[in-house]
């Protein structure tokens, strides 16, 4: 190899150092600081999380069919990443688990529409202080109660020092003429539900407001409604009228002339067994149609 090669090699060949990685590659990064962000934005990046769900969730969602609770819940997302965000930190865990419980409108039992969303005797007991808005379903299981519909201390009411909205949906008013023969008198649910009503509205330390609603059968001026009505306003509450029945402050119910009871007797069955519903109709429809 002649002398001009052998400095050409030279030339090319690269010194091995320990200081020819980047510096950049070397340095250690630092964590957001998220905590540092404005509550607002804070709590906007939670709902990101807590609130989207994907495809495959969105199919299995199963908040029920009945009231406020089921036709304006939130989709969810899945459990693991809500699970994932709680357990980032206690600072997280507080700040999470307040919005998501605090947004949500848990029932206070449960009725026969297979919703998935504990209802607020499942909450954990240092989640129910979050809760704001809660539901109560009445005319479900009308000719028995269940047992567990009782205002005890494992219910927690007196926990829920946030609650401030007390919503009402009401399937259906078994003191109307349509339920003669089938329930067990005519007072009989009026009187189980005006005291459950009493009970709730005493235990609630924080509440102002009772928002009511229900099915179309269901009359401003019936037995039960007046009864509801009546023990909110001597609990001192104010009264708020939900979207689906239209009820006003200033407007009774509008009776037609020639009103059909059986609509009335459709919504009492969608409150004590909804899979017969279809063959009911079914048979009105047959009926009117032969007349």
């Known amino acids: 190899m002649g002398p001009r090669k052998l400095r050409l090699r030279k030339t090319l060949e690269v010194p091995e150092s320990s200081d020819s990685e980047p510096e950049s590659e070397t340095q250690v990064r630092q964590p957001f600081p998220f905590l540092r962000l404005p509550s607002e934005i804070r709590l906007r990046i939670y709902h990101f999380v807590l609130f989207t769900p994907t495809r495959k969730n969105r199919a299995l969602q199963n908040a029920g069919t009945v009231g406020s609770s089921a ?13 994932a965000l709680f357990l980032v930190s206690r600072s997280f865990y507080d700040e999470a688990s307040h919005m998501f419980y605090s947004s949500q409108i848990f029932r206070l039992f449960p009725v ?3 919703s998935r969303r504990p209802t607020v ?3 954990p007991r240092h989640h129910r202080p979050s809760i704001t808005t809660i539901e109560l379903i009445l005319g479900n299981s009308w000719t028995a109660p269940p047992r567990s ?20 949906f009401i399937e259906c008013d078994p003191s109307q003429p349509v339920f003669e023969g089938f329930r067990i ?8 539900a005006g005291k459950l009503m009493q009970q709730i509205l005493k235990q609630l330390p924080g509440l102002v407001q009772v928002e009511f609603d229900g099915y179309p059968s269901v009359r401003k001026g019936g037995d039960l409604m007046v009864r509801l009505l009546h023990e909110t306003e001597m609990a001192g509450k104010k009264v708020l009228w ?14 037609p002339e020639e009103e059909d009871p059986a609509d009335a007797a459709i919504d009492g069955l969608c409150a004590n067994n909804a ?11 047959a009926i009117r149609l032969e007349t």
């Not at 036709?71 to 699970?83: E, W, Y």
């Not at 219910?155 to 009402?168: A, S």
């Not at 008198?185 to 189980?192: A, N």
């Not at 899979?275 to 429809?285: G, I």
């Open 242 to 255: 939900g979207p689906q029945r239209g009820w006003t402050d200033y407007e009774d119910d509008y009776v």
């Open 275 to 285: 899979d017969s519903v279809d063959a009911l109709t079914n048979t009105l429809q």
């Open 121 to 123: 005797r499942a909450i």
């Open 149 to 168: 519909w009782t205002v005890n201390q494992g219910l927690g009411l007196h926990e829920m020092t946030l609650t401030r909205t007390l919503k009402v």
């Open 71 to 83: 036709k304006k819940s939130k989709a969810i997302a899945p459990t693991s990443h809500r699970i």
């Open 112 to 114: 026969q529409d297979f």
């Open 185 to 192: 008198s005519k007072e009989y649910y009026t009187e189980f």
